[in-house]
């Protein structure tokens, strides 16, 4: 056979052993180039080590479709970088020309109602769908185990985000913008010890002013998408190595005629869920279905392919990647992109929008953050003291940051875990309320 | 139709990139105010004095009246009530918007999150954690002056 025959049949093979193999039966049949391309592959193979299957799980309700939402956060992320550096090309971060540039942008600029537009309303739909991502990963508890650092490089990515948009919403230089401003980095000088120095770092001065604008302009163009892009590049990294979990009420389950008891199944658990025992017939693999959290962790470990997710005794089904589940996704990417549209076709209608320029000298009767601020912007003001304030704020950041530390074991089934999902609902609830509430008020 | 469709989809987007924006434009104001933007070019403002005082024209401040201006970037509030000419820093203490006085209710308001200050600038309702900041003035011969610090 042809080095490059080898190549594919070992390419096609699904185990990491035929993978390893690809490179070496590619340089005894003398072609280096085939043998540097099995080893990328191999490579490749052991980062994306669901991909190297080349089938994923298949949606079984309408619900499911909610896990391509971190498929639609990609995209409208890229989609923010690139109409942001097409607006960096007109904007002027200087307070006596930001507004005026900011504003040109949609009336002379040809298209450039279109972009800023969408930059505006891809933000805040950006958000939307992080945190709808955020609140499907966590109804199944999808964070545990060899999830939680996707759990906590999601959250890095969330808090970026927001604090993107935070700095965003300064730059057009308007009533709002700058009010949000004073209000939000003077919330930070509750903080004990630091707060007073901190407001200061982020003001570039005791007042917003000039310099605030260019902190925030170099914020927003280079550090924060700099940081986005590095936890962007370490989540999609660590989803790949996992693959997506599996159904919540799935087990893992090995056949033991396939396995060989070699234990790379017991050691990959988190769960303690797998065990390898000496029976009749040697050193079999046995799992607790109890505990098994359907990981799928054992299932990529095993050398011998030899475990399966299964349900009521039936295998969970599964798809090829593509195009059938390239193409599932690129529908949610659509209904992403398809509600941006009509974002902006009616943003600027239902915006504050930016109409008024920034005047330092007068507040204006009711300042209002982005939406997603609107929550936390409510407690401050309910909450008899801003530090008060500041730390229930900090407590529930806390909360969610750590939920994978705070609940490691369990079954996942919404069912079998009430008093979470009470609380789950509760919170929701809590933000939708206070969201509103901030919104009419 | 896919050539013309790229050349029509390349000119949309030259367009985008060539177009001149507010740069070409003359802007209207100084450049350089860099804490204040358009705002301070019109109406009444703080003259300052060699002795690092601050000093308003009076016929500036009818009474009956406040005014928000600035020394140098920090806002403050003149009111010319019953008690003569006073003057407090406008910024609340609770999370930095800029309070009104309102003469009916004789006191300071805070559009924000309601914070009020009796005339003396005391906390009497709201969030607020402190009381603001009074300056001293000189109201003498047409001449407010205001005292920093
Ligand atoms: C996570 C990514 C980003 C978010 C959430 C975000 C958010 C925002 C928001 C909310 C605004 C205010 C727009 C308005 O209210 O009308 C804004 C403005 C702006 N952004 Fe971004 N942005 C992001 C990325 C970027 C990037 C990567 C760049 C450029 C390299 C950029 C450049 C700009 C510029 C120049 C403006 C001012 C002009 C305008 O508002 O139209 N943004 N951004
Ligand atoms: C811009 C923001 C984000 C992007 C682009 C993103 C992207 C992704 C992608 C592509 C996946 C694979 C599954 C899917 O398509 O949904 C995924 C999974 C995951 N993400 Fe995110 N994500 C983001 C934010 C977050 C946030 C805010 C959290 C939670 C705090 C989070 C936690 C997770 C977890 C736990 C998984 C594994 C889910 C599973 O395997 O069932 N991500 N993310
Ligand atoms: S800023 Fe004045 S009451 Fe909050």
Redesign the interface.
């Known amino acids: 056979m042809s080095a490059r025959g080898r190549f594919l049949e070992a390419a096609a093979g699904l185990t990491s052993r035929a993978a390893r193999r690809a490179p070496v039966e590619a340089a005894r049949a003398g072609s280096l180039f085939w043998a540097w391309l099995g080893r990328t592959a191999a490579r490749a193979r052991a980062v994306g080590r669901e991909i190297a299957t080349g089938t994923t799980l298949a949606p079984e309700r309408w619900t499911d479709y909610l896990d391509y939402t971190g498929t639609a956060a990609a995209v409208l992320l890229v989609l923010q970088a690139a109409t942001g550096v097409?607006l960096a090309?007109?904007y002027?971060p200087?307070?006596?020309?930001a507004?005026?540039?900011f504003s040109?942008?949609g009336t002379?600029?040809?298209?450039?109602l279109l972009?800023s537009g969408l930059h505006a309303a891809g933000a805040r739909l950006l958000i939307l769908v992080g945190m709808v991502h955020l609140l499907r990963v966590a109804w199944t508890s999808s964070y545990r185990g060899p999830r939680a650092g996707h759990w906590y490089t999601g959250v890095a990515l969330l808090s970026v985000m927001m604090l993107s948009g935070f700095s965003g919403y300064l730059l057009p230089?308007g009533q709002q913008s700058f009010?949000a401003c004073?209000?939000g980095?003077?919330?930070a000088g509750a903080l004990p010890v630091v707060g007073k120095a901190l407001v200061h770092a982020l003001r570039g001065?005791?007042?917003v002013?000039?310099?605030t604008l260019t902190r925030f302009y170099l914020f927003h163009v280079f550090l924060f998408p700099l940081a986005v892009a590095g936890l962007l590049y370490w989540h999609i990294q660590r989803v790949w190595r996992t693959g997506v979990s599996g159904p919540p009420d799935a087990t893992a389950r090995p056949d033991p005629k396939a396995c060989r008891g070699c234990g790379a199944c017991e050691r990959t658990c988190a769960f303690s869920a797998v065990f390898v025992k000496t029976g009749q017939e040697g050193r079999r693999a046995e799992v607790d279905e109890a505990a098994c959290n359907a990981c799928r962790a054992c299932v990529f470990a095993c050398p011998a392919g030899a475990v399966a997710l299964v349900r009521d005794n039936a295998p969970v089904p599964t798809e090829p990647i593509f195009p059938h589940n390239v193409l599932r996704r690129s529908a949610a990417v659509l209904a992403a992109l398809l509600v941006l549209f009509a974002g902006v076709y009616f943003f600027r209608g239902l915006a504050v929008g930016h109409k008024v320029?920034?005047?330092?000298?007068?507040?204006?009767?009711?300042?209002k953050p982005d939406w997603y601020f609107l929550a936390p912007y409510q407690v401050?003001?309910i909450l008899?003291?801003?530090r008060w304030g500041l730390f229930a704020l900090l407590a529930a950041f806390g909360l969610v940051a750590a939920l994978p530390a705070l609940d490691k074991k369990g079954p996942r089934r919404p069912e079998d875990r009430p008093v979470f999902i009470r609380v789950f609902q509760a919170s929701v609830a809590v933000f939708v309320v206070l969201t509103v509430w901030g919104w009419l008020s | 139709m896919g050539v013309a469709g790229a050349m029509a989809a390349g000119w949309?987007v030259l367009?985008?990139?060539f177009?001149s924006?507010?740069?070409a434009?003359s802007?209207p104001?100084?450049?350089?105010?860099?804490?204040?933007?358009?705002?301070?070019t019109s109406g009444p403002s703080l003259a300052k004095n060699p002795d690092g005082s601050w000093s308003l024209d009076a016929d500036a401040l009818p009474m009956g009246q406040s005014l928000?201006?600035?020394m140098s970037?920090?806002?403050v509030l003149i009111l010319h009530g019953n008690k003569g000419v006073r003057a407090f820093s406008a910024t609340c203490t609770?999370?930095?918007?800029?309070v009104r006085f309102s003469m009916e209710d004789n006191q300071f308001q805070?559009?924000?999150?309601g914070g009020k200050y009796d005339e003396n600038g005391r906390v009497v309702a709201g969030?607020p954690?402190m009381d603001l900041k009074e300056y001293r003035v000189d109201a003498d011969d047409g001449d407010i002056r205001i005292f920093p610090v």
């Not at chain 1, 002379?108 to 450039?112: A, F, I, M, R």
């Not at chain 1, 320029?357 to 300042?367: K, N």
């Open positions: 097409l090309l007109h002027e200087h307070p006596s020309l507004f005026a540039s040109a942008v002379e600029v040809p298209y450039g972009v230089w009010w004073v209000v980095t003077e919330a001065g005791p007042e002013g000039g310099p320029p920034a005047d330092p000298l007068s507040t204006p009767d009711r300042i401050l003001k008899p003291s801003e | 949309s367009r985008f990139l177009a924006g507010p740069k434009h802007m104001g100084g450049a350089f105010s860099s804490t204040v933007g358009s705002a301070e928000v201006l600035s970037g920090v806002p609770h999370l930095g918007c800029l805070c559009p924000c999150h969030p954690p």
